[in-house]
């Protein structure tokens, strides 16, 4: 799950590019933001339903192209700030965040930007499906239904607890001076690899997100 949780991805580049840019407050709202989407994704992976989003080319396309608008959409409000050289904020981006940018304008994005990823529902289905089938559904009394809340609450406490981790890492105040001296250039390194995860998750091959339940 931590390797899953901390391999590049865009919860993973807005947090730190956040937590660097404005502070422990904004990370750890976001960190909140993104607890939030993985809380609804682990209870979707939990009672099964993954299956039917890996299954179904519909849902997942919808949800992908989604995904991918969002992503480009952070993208180029970042490589505009660093071509005006100026600071990229979370109030730049507008509507997707609430008017009054604070606690709950942070949050809002990190949810979006965890809820509009069909990954990672697909990566915990395949990550609990093991437990949730294992002989007889229970160990020491607890059924499949005991089985499934205890990986529900894992799964978000440990993402929670670790982002919040990161958020106070990235703190520190030589990593922090390393960020202020050279934002423009690292905001634009952040930019070009949201664009690059847009990309790959529209030009994978249909299905392939199956394979994890197969294997």
């Keep these: 799950m931590a390797v899953g949780q901390f391999s590049p991805g865009p919860d993973m580049v807005l947090l730190t590019r956040v937590s660097l840019a404005d502070g422990k407050v904004a990370g750890m709202a976001t960190a909140c933001g993104i607890a939030s989407g993985l809380m609804i994704h682990a209870g979707i992976a939990v009672s099964g339903l993954a299956y039917v989003l890996a299954e179904n080319e519909a849902i997942y396309g919808w949800i992908k192209y989604a995904a991918s608008g969002y992503l480009l959409w952070l993208a180029y ?20 965040v609430s008017e009054r940018v604070g606690f709950l304008g942070y949050w809002k994005v990190g949810f979006l930007c965890n809820m509009l990823n069909p990954k990672v529902v697909i990566f915990l289905g395949g990550v609990t499906m093991p437990f949730l089938e294992m002989e007889g559904g229970e160990i020491s009394g607890l059924g499949v239904s005991g089985w499934a809340m205890i ?10 607890v670790l982002w919040c981790l990161w958020v106070r890492l990235l703190q520190v105040s030589g990593i922090k001076r390393f960020y202020q001296e050279r934002a423009h250039l690292i905001d634009g390194v952040f930019g070009l690899a949201l664009i690059a995860l847009a990309v790959l998750l529209l030009i994978e091959p249909p299905h392939f997100e199956s394979l994890i339940f197969n294997g």
Excluded: A, I
């Design 151 to 160: 990986l529900w609450v894992t799964v978000f406490m440990e993402g929670l």
């Design 77 to 96: 409000q970042l490589l505009r700030s660093v071509n005006k050289k100026s600071v990229f904020r979370v109030e730049d981006v507008g509507s997707l």
